[in-house]
């Protein structure tokens, strides 16, 4: 390298941790997913979260949480993710296209993975708007079937349109021959998906909370009420819905686990904040 030469100042701090953009889809006005290159020597457990973001207009770089949306198999990383309007990121963030580079420190860390918790028979991912994301990981890792016989997923969100990126990633997933394959036939019955909207008129309707404490999911779906020796959760949401939902998980006799000590449930923050 010719020490004379500097690099344009634009590029410059991204360096070394630039990843390319591959692919960008628009959601709703206020949610869009993207695609980039995966660094070489990356490896993380399907629902861990790593910092991503750009350079900002000082040079400096503008970095935020992000989980990780794809599973650890795949050979690009996708993400899930809101647009603030005024947010230092993401009023940015949203116009990237293919071609773009943005910044990925290659650090992934988080609680919410298959490790921290016990082995059971069924594991529920419970999540609000983008806190989907790290479920996005676990439903299309494998493992996740090999350890649990049926997977729950809850997504709730205010309307009908910004629940369509978790529907589609479990239809998907459903109707994947080479899942059937791995898994059986009956594929289909261990992914189950309960969507529902709080502000939108949709065929399931309230709040994770509610619909747990009321006993509705458990009625709808046929299956019996949360029980400490078959049920395990991940949480994911803003942190007013965690403890809400917490209290919930343990009013059902679940404790919270950590990696170091595995237990029946964990949770992760989807965002700091009150939410938008
Ligand atoms: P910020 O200044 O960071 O946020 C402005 C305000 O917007 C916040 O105070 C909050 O009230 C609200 N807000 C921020 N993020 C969200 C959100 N996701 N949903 C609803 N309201 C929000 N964001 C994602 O979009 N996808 C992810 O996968 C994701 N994973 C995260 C994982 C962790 C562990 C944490 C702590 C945060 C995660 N976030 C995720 C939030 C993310 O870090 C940023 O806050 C978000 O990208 C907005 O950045 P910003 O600079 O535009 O605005």
Same mark, same amino acid.
């Given at each position: 390298d010719d020490p004379h030469v500097t690099q344009p100042k634009s590029t410059a701090g991204l360096l070394?941790?630039?990843?390319?953009?591959?692919?960008?889809?628009?959601?709703?006005?206020?949610?869009?997913?993207?695609?980039?290159?995966r660094p070489a020597s990356l490896r993380f457990r399907s629902g861990e979260f790593v910092m991503i973001g750009l350079l900002g207009?000082?040079?400096?770089?503008?970095?935020?949480?992000?989980?990780?949306?794809?599973?650890?198999?795949d050979e690009e990383l996708e993400f899930y993710s809101i647009k603030v309007p005024d947010g230092p990121l993401t009023s940015r963030l949203q116009h990237i296209k293919p071609g773009d580079q943005i910044i990925l420190r290659p650090k992934p860390v988080g609680t919410?993975?298959?490790?921290?918790?016990?082995?059971?028979?069924?594991?529920?991912?419970?999540?609000?708007g983008t806190g989907i994301a790290p479920f996005a990981s676990l439903m299309r890792d494998p493992e996740?079937?090999?350890?649990?016989?049926?997977?729950?997923?809850?997504?709730?969100?205010?309307?009908r349109a910004e629940l369509d990126?978790?529907?589609?990633?479990?239809?998907?997933?459903?109707?994947?021959?080479?899942?059937?394959?791995?898994?059986?036939?009956d594929f289909t019955d261990r992914l189950i998906y309960y969507p529902t909207t709080t502000r939108e008129e949709s065929?399931?309707?309230?709040?994770?909370?509610?619909?747990?404490?009321? /006993?509705?999911?458990?009625?709808?779906? /046929?299956?019996?009420?949360?029980?400490?020796?078959?049920?395990?959760?991940?949480?994911?949401?803003?942190?007013?819905?965690?403890?809400?939902?917490?209290?919930?998980?343990?009013?059902?006799?679940?404790?919270?686990?950590a990696n170091s000590e595995p237990r029946e449930f964990v949770v992760e923050k989807a965002f700091v904040g009150e939410g938008v």
């Open positions: 070394p941790d630039a990843q390319t953009v591959t692919a960008v889809r628009h959601w709703t006005d206020g949610l869009f997913s993207f695609r980039v290159t207009d000082n040079g400096k770089p503008i970095l935020r949480a992000y989980s990780i949306a794809s599973p650890n198999w919410l993975v298959l490790d921290a918790l016990l082995p059971g028979k069924r594991l529920w991912f419970l999540a609000t996740t079937f090999e350890r649990y016989e049926q997977v729950i997923m809850m997504h709730t969100c205010r309307t990126y978790g529907r589609e990633l479990v239809e998907n997933l459903r109707h994947d021959p080479l899942l059937s394959e791995i898994h059986g036939d065929p399931f309707m309230g709040r994770i909370t509610d619909n747990l404490a009321s /006993g509705k999911v458990f009625a709808d779906l /046929g299956l019996p009420a949360m029980n400490p020796a078959e049920d395990r959760a991940m949480v994911c949401g803003s942190l007013a819905f965690n403890v809400d939902v917490k209290a919930v998980l343990e009013s059902f006799g679940l404790h919270e686990g």
